[in-house]
């Protein structure tokens, strides 16, 4: 018997109830021959819709992980980065379905390119649209264009347009500052050695975070047009009641964590900007209907309460 190749390529899958999307994600996983060896590690945090079952019958050669509960993005990929084997590391989201021979184009590049840390593939809707969602790091400016109608007129979405990286149309391959982090190659070593994702980012900016720490290492990261991932949008995060006061929580960490206490405190300043300015929306959006303007109101207070609940 000849045992199997040592793998080249460790590919990590976050489940968390998205049984559907996962098994087409390790369909398209299983369903190519790669040229690089590649295992596959899929994390289940705490699926209740028969996703690891479903797994486990169809797909064997997973590795499979099963967490008694969500223990959210940063701390799942972590914990099946753990796991992996392969000289090179690819985290991705249950909602994708890789095209034939993008995975193995993203590690040639990364052989390729000694001074890369990091290369992405372009994302596609289902009808073939590309992606826009390639992104420059955000500053101080950006908290406020999010969080206020400045956003929305003048300089202000100038800077918002630029944040967004509009100004790209995503078809021709270039160095960026964030890619998608819905597929992210990496070696695995260079991934140990930064720690992987920052568990305080538990859902959002960590992928952020990350690109952040490689670019100030001097490690180029690559949007990489060869490799074509099918995305299923907010496929895997739009079951998440409360995302955005995690949201929230995880962009006030990022920014205290590059930024200081200043930024943090800058983001609660835009964070009670737009307070006001949804509570003026929910006031005009019920005019004669008090009662619906009264529990509009009390939803959005309550989310804010559970928000300062835990800085």
Same mark, same amino acid.
């Given at each position: 018997m000849v045992a199997d190749p040592a793998p080249v390529l460790s590919v990590v899958v976050l489940s968390w109830n998205t049984r559907a999307l996962t098994l087409a994600c390790l369909d398209a996983l299983f369903g190519e021959t790669p040229r690089h060896a590649r295992e596959?590690?899929?994390?289940?945090n705490g699926s209740h819709d028969g996703s690891a079952e479903a797994i486990a019958l169809r797909f064997p050669a997973v590795r499979l992980v099963r967490n008694a509960e969500n223990r959210l993005y940063a701390a799942g990929n972590n914990q099946g980065a753990a796991l992996a084997a392969g000289e090179f590391l690819c985290t991705l989201n249950s909602d994708t379905e890789v095209r034939?021979?993008?995975?193995?184009?993203?590690?040639?590049?990364?052989?390729?390119?000694?001074?890369?840390g990091a290369v992405a593939p372009m994302l596609v809707d289902p009808?073939?649209?590309?992606q826009h969602a390639c992104q420059r790091f955000p500053g101080w400016w950006t908290a406020l264009c999010f969080?206020?109608?400045?956003?929305?007129?003048?300089?202000?979405?100038?800077l918002q347009d630029r944040y967004l990286m509009r100004d790209f149309?995503? $078809?021709?391959?270039?160095?960026?500052?964030?890619?998608?982090?819905?597929?992210?190659?990496?070696?695995?070593?260079?991934? $140990?050695?930064?720690?992987?994702?920052?568990e305080q980012l538990s859902l959002f900016y960590n992928d952020v975070d990350l690109c952040r720490r490689l670019w100030r290492k001097g490690r $180029?990261?690559?949007?990489?047009?060869?490799?074509?991932?099918?995305h299923h949008r907010?496929?895997?995060?739009?079951?998440?009641?409360?995302?955005?006061?995690?949201?929230?929580?995880?962009?006030?960490?990022?920014?205290?964590?590059?930024?200081?206490?200043?930024?943090a405190l800058w983001v609660d300043l835009c964070v009670r900007l737009r307070i006001r300015e949804e509570l003026g929306k929910i006031a005009r959006r019920n005019v004669g209907d008090p009662g619906r303007a009264a529990a509009e109101r009390a939803h959005l207070l309550a989310a804010v309460a559970e928000l300062r609940g835990k800085r």
């Amino acid at each position: 018997m000849v045992a199997d190749p040592a793998p080249v390529l460790s590919v990590v899958v976050l489940s968390w109830n998205t049984r559907a999307l996962t098994l087409a994600c390790l369909d398209a996983l299983f369903g190519e021959t790669p040229r690089h060896a590649r295992e596959v590690i899929v994390v289940d945090n705490g699926s209740h819709d028969g996703s690891a079952e479903a797994i486990a019958l169809r797909f064997p050669a997973v590795r499979l992980v099963r967490n008694a509960e969500n223990r959210l993005y940063a701390a799942g990929n972590n914990q099946g980065a753990a796991l992996a084997a392969g000289e090179f590391l690819c985290t991705l989201n249950s909602d994708t379905e890789v095209r034939p021979g993008a995975l193995d184009t993203l590690v040639d590049y990364l052989r390729a390119h000694a001074d890369y840390g990091a290369v992405a593939p372009m994302l596609v809707d289902p009808d073939g649209s590309v992606q826009h969602a390639c992104q420059r790091f955000p500053g101080w400016w950006t908290a406020l264009c999010f969080d206020s109608w400045w956003g929305s007129f003048g300089p202000g979405k100038w800077l918002q347009d630029r944040y967004l990286m509009r100004d790209f149309d995503h $078809r021709t391959s270039r160095d960026v500052a964030q890619p998608p982090g819905a597929v992210f190659v990496m070696r695995t070593a260079e991934w $140990r050695a930064y720690g992987g994702l920052d568990e305080q980012l538990s859902l959002f900016y960590n992928d952020v975070d990350l690109c952040r720490r490689l670019w100030r290492k001097g490690r $180029r990261i690559r949007y990489l047009v060869d490799a074509v991932v099918l995305h299923h949008r907010g496929g895997s995060t739009r079951h998440f009641g409360k995302m955005l006061v995690l949201w929230h929580q995880n962009r006030r960490a990022y920014y205290r964590k590059h930024y200081g206490v200043l930024g943090a405190l800058w983001v609660d300043l835009c964070v009670r900007l737009r307070i006001r300015e949804e509570l003026g929306k929910i006031a005009r959006r019920n005019v004669g209907d008090p009662g619906r303007a009264a529990a509009e109101r009390a939803h959005l207070l309550a989310a804010v309460a559970e928000l300062r609940g835990k800085r």
